[in-house]
C-alpha cells in the first residue's frame, strides 16, 4: 500500500477535497498526502502519495511543472482569477500580438514574482488565504521563481491561451496579473489546467468517480525518477539501514552534497542518500 496515484482534479474543489476522495478508497489510517497546491479553479495533474510514499512528497513538489492556461485581459481579481470579484478596466487598450511576445520575454528565466494575496502560502503560520478573508491583507514580498518557458497558442481579445513550463512555487495567476499591468490593461486566469509534474502526465489522471478495484499504484521510485541512482548489494543496504555510512567508488565520484536514490536488487527504492566526503550518508531510508 505504499506508492504514487496521478488525479486528474476536476474544477471547483481544492486539492484537500481530492485527497479526501481518494482516501476512500484505501482501508483508514493509511497515510495519504498530496504534493502541491491546486486551486478551486485549476484542474489537472494532482500526484498524491500513499503510504510510505508521503516521505517522497517534497521530492515530488520540487519537480518542474508545465501549465496551459487561458488569460482573460481587460479586467483585474481580487484573486487574479475568475474566481474572485472581477473589475473590469476602464479603456482598456488592446495589444498587438508583437507587444504581448516582447512583454512575456521579460518573465521568462529565474524572475520576482510576487504571489497572490489570495494562495496558500504562510505568514507568521497563517495562509495568506485565510488572512484575506479575515479583512487583513496581507503583504507578500517578491520572491524568485524559475520560468522555462512561455508558448502563446491563441489569441484574440480579450483571451490569450498560453502554455507555462516552470519550476517549483510559481504562480500562474501572478503572471496573468503581472502581463496585465505591464500592458497597461489588466489580467486574471480565465481558465487553468496542470497538464505535467516532473515525468507525470495529466493523460496518467484517474478520475475521482473511478472505480476503486481499478487503482493501480506506480512504484515510489517514480518520485525520485530525475535523480541519480546508486545501486547497493546486500550488505551495504543493511548497513544503510542501519544508520552507517557507504564508501562510494573513486570512479566517477558524485560531487559533494549531491543527492541519489538508492536501490537494491531485490526491493528497488530504499532509500535516498547525500554524498559527504565521498560517501553515501542516509537521508531518507524505507524499511524491510
Not at 48 to 59: K, Q, S
Not at 163 to 169: P, T
Request: proline letters at 6%; glycine letters at 12%.
Amino acid at each position: 500500500m505504499n506508492g504514487l496515484l496521478v488525479i486528474d482534479k476536476p474544477g471547483g474543489m481544492t486539492s484537500r477535497d481530492a485527497v479526501n476522495r481518494v482516501q476512500r478508497w484505501f482501508p483508514r489510517k493509511t497515510k495519504i498526502g498530496h504534493t502541491g497546491t491546486l486551486d478551486p479553479l485549476a484542474t489537472g495533474v494532482l500526484v498524491v502519495c500513499i503510504g510510505a510514499a508521503t516521505r517522497l512528497a517534497d521530492y515530488v513538489q520540487a519537480m518542474g511543472k508545465s501549465y496551459s492556461s487561458r488569460f482573460r485581459f481587460g479586467a483585474t481579481s481580487t484573486t487574479d482569477d475568475a474566481d474572485g470579484e472581477v473589475t473590469e478596466t476602464p479603456n482598456a487598450p488592446v495589444p498587438t500580438r508583437e507587444q504581448i511576445d516582447a512583454a512575456l520575454a521579460a518573465f521568462v528565466g529565474n524572475v520576482e514574482q510576487v504571489p497572490p494575496a489570495v494562495s496558500a502560502l504562510k505568514l507568521d503560520g497563517v495562509r495568506a488565504h485565510e488572512l484575506v478573508r479575515r479583512g487583513l491583507g496581507p503583504k507578500l514580498n517578491a520572491r524568485v521563481v524559475s520560468i522555462y518557458a512561455i508558448r502563446v497558442t491563441g489569441f484574440a481579445w480579450p483571451h490569450l491561451d498560453v502554455e507555462v513550463d516552470c519550476g517549483k512555487g510559481t504562480y500562474i495567476r501572478s503572471i496573468a496579473r503581472d502581463l496585465g499591468d505591464v500592458l497597461g490593461c489588466g489580467g486574471l486566469v480565465q481558465t487553468l489546467r496542470r497538464t505535467r509534474v516532473g515525468p507525470f502526465r495529466v493523460e496518467q489522471g484517474m478520475s475521482l468517480d473511478a472505480d476503486p478495484a481499478s487503482v493501480k499504484l506506480l512504484p515510489m521510485a517514480e518520485a525520485v525518477a530525475g535523480m541519480k541512482h546508486v545501486s547497493l548489494n546486500a550488505d551495504e543496504v543493511i548497513r544503510l539501514r542501519h544508520g552507517q555510512r557507504i564508501r562510494l567508488s573513486e570512479n566517477n565520484a558524485p560531487p559533494e552534497g549531491e543527492e541519489l536514490a538508492v536501490f537494491d536488487g531485490q526491493t528497488g527504492l530504499i532509500g535516498i542518500g547525500v554524498v559527504e566526503r565521498g560517501q553515501l550518508k542516509p537521508q531518507l531510508v524505507f524499511g524491510v
